[in-house]
């Protein structure tokens, strides 16, 4: 399978605006050396608590942020630091689709001429709209209707039609369902993965959602304060994370079913304050197996067979692999939520 995207080493910090006269700003990577890559056809997903830089990664990923150092390569091409018409080009091949539906709508304009937008802006033939809103379900008459006239599950139909029209090879997808009711984060999923399977759609899929995730995934890459501490194919991922933090950050989803016990505490206190984290492993503070070396030298992300992990006690058998328990995704929903 060959790299669609590849990040390599991307840095991206933010200030602190001054809390009163005498407090200086202060600046914090949301960001740290992130290195990834993407192939074609696949769900990486990037999964995490909210901080720890899975939004400012997926726009750094699509450009829309630029890095403070690092790049980003679309199959084989320099998306950073490239001309002004060579961007343009590239941009057409790299989408993204909003979290907030309705607040990345006009209200006043209808749902057709918001679609059609990207093409006026590339000079492309607006007919391409026809074509992206009868995949997504929405073609007819319900083209000519107002945001406000639609549920939420159509304006995620919407916005997934609007990043569909310029035929993209790239989605970034960041909390495409988090704002949705369960069943119909279900057909908006599997609208998703059939879109993926019918037009080879390369997808970077962001979510704190752990059994969303489970659901779309190929890959999955945690994020903890700016830093990737594990990838791993799903299966893997979920039966056997390595990480400690993906250990414990698995065992905390709530499991609804009273007669299965959880087999790992959940994430003991608050993350560290991001500008200014810990020395050595960012996680040490609240890892249960951490030791003097883990408090004093940052763990390189090292490769492990078909996975990669951050942690020293790994090697040493000191974290040994659990297996996770998370509920599994509900059954596919077929039935329109529409009429």
Same mark, same amino acid.
């Given at each position: ?41 696949? %769900? ?32 084989? %091409? ?20 909003? /979290? ?55 304006? /995620? ?29 279900? /057909? ?7 879109? /993926? ?61 009273? %007669? ?80």
């Amino acid at each position: 399978m060959s790299v669609l995207l590849k990040a390599d080493n991307l840095t991206r910090s933010f200030v602190i605006g001054r809390k009163s006269l005498f407090r200086p700003a202060r600046s914090f990577n949301a960001v740290d050396g992130v290195s990834l890559s993407v192939n074609r056809g696949e %769900t990486l997903s990037i999964v995490g608590e909210s901080g720890c830089g899975k939004s400012t990664l997926s726009r750094l990923l699509l450009g829309l942020l630029p890095p403070d150092q690092g790049s980003v390569t679309l199959d084989g %091409t320099q998306t950073t630091g490239v001309p002004p018409e060579e961007w343009r080009r590239l941009r057409q091949r790299m989408q993204l689709v909003y /979290q907030d539906a309705a607040g990345s709508l006009d209200q006043r304009l209808t749902i057709r001429t918001q679609v059609e937008e990207p093409l006026r802006i590339h000079g492309l033939p607006l007919h391409m709209a026809d074509k992206a809103l009868d995949a997504v379900g929405l073609g007819g008459a319900m083209s000519a209707r107002y945001p406000h006239e639609m549920s939420g599950g159509q304006l /995620q139909r919407v916005i997934i039609a609007r990043a569909l029209v310029m035929e993209p090879e790239f989605l970034v997808l960041d909390e495409p369902v988090s704002a949705l009711d369960v069943s119909i984060q279900a /057909q908006i999923v599997n609208l998703l993965r059939d879109l /993926q399977r019918e037009l080879g759609l390369t997808y970077v899929f962001v979510s704190h959602d752990l059994g969303i995730v489970r659901h779309v995934s190929d890959r999955v890459a945690v994020m903890y304060l700016g830093r990737i501490v594990e990838t791993a194919p799903k299966s893997e991922f979920y039966d056997r994370p390595l990480h400690p933090y993906s250990q414990l950050l698995l065992n905390s989803v709530p499991v609804p079913d009273p %007669t299965r016990r959880k087999r790992a505490r959940i994430i003991p206190s608050d993350p560290p304050d991001p500008a200014d984290p810990p020395s050595g492993c960012r996680f040490h503070p609240r890892c249960p197996q951490a030791t003097a070396i883990c408090r004093e030298q940052a763990p390189a992300l090292r490769n492990f067979g078909n996975r990669q992990a951050a942690c020293h006690m790994i090697e040493t058998a000191r974290v040994p692999p659990l297996r996770a328990v998370v509920p599994e995704p509900e059954a596919r929903h077929d039935a329109e939520e529409f009429a």
